[in-house]
């Protein structure tokens, strides 16, 4: 599949999906303290951004009603609609992160949950290590991925057909580590999405930091 082919699918899954998408994943007891973890690392009033901030919630919300200053970025225009009407506090819009110039050091932190999933792997490399650019040193970054060995793989998510890559654990991680980032925790866990025909899916959280120098 071609890239400009997995960029239009992605949005139109998602576009699809809505807020569903947001009431089957809102339990997610590990990404919630994977937001804990980011959030009690911030300085009072610091600039983050969301890759793939889907319907706003619960990450761009956690971090704006803690005094953050959250630029959200989604490829899925219902999304980014809902987002910008259900987090009033935090700025949207519609954008590819893979397309999307990101000064060197222009944020206080970065955190992408499931967002590289319909990315070929090259392109999870580059924007992994992109985000390790756009933070300042000492700046977060806190990721989030299935860490399932698939390369280009057919599926179904939510009833709509998907084409996802993944990394197994291991290799995510040391594609993390090769951008440039220090991963200060990791959590693998198995969720259940709350949907009648959802199973356990394995998940891999990091939250790492781009050290200084």
Do not use: N, W
Not at 29 to 54: F, I, K, T, Y
Not at 94 to 105: Q, S, V, W
Not at 158 to 176: D, H, I, K, W, Y
Request: proline share 7%; glycine share 8%.
């Amino acid at each position: 599949m071609v890239d400009e082919d997995r960029r239009a699918q992605a949005a139109v899954v998602f576009d699809a999906l809505g807020l569903a998408y947001e009431q089957a994943f809102a339990g997610s007891a590990p990404r919630r303290a994977s937001l804990r973890r980011l959030v009690e690392g911030l300085a009072p009033g610091s600039r983050v951004l969301d890759v793939g901030s889907g319907t706003g919630r619960p990450t761009a919300q956690t971090l704006a009603e803690a005094g953050h200053h959250v630029l959200g970025i989604d490829i899925s225009p219902v999304m980014v609609d809902l987002a910008a009407r259900q987090v009033p506090g935090a700025e949207f819009r519609l954008a590819d992160i893979r397309e999307t110039p990101l000064p060197e050091d222009s944020f206080d932190a970065a955190c992408a949950y499931f967002s590289l999933l319909q990315m070929s792997r090259a392109e999870q490399t580059a924007v992994v290590a992109k985000l390790a650019r756009a933070v300042r040193p000492g700046g977060f970054v806190a990721l989030a991925t299935v860490p399932l060995d698939l390369e280009d793989a057919e599926g179904l998510f939510m009833g709509q057909p998907v084409r996802v890559t993944s990394f197994a654990a291991e290799a995510f991680t040391a594609l993390v580590r090769g951008a440039g980032l220090t991963v200060l925790a990791e959590e693998q866990a198995l969720f259940t999405p709350g949907t009648p025909e959802a199973e356990p899916e394995p998940q891999l959280f990091l939250h790492c930091v781009r050290e200084a120098g």
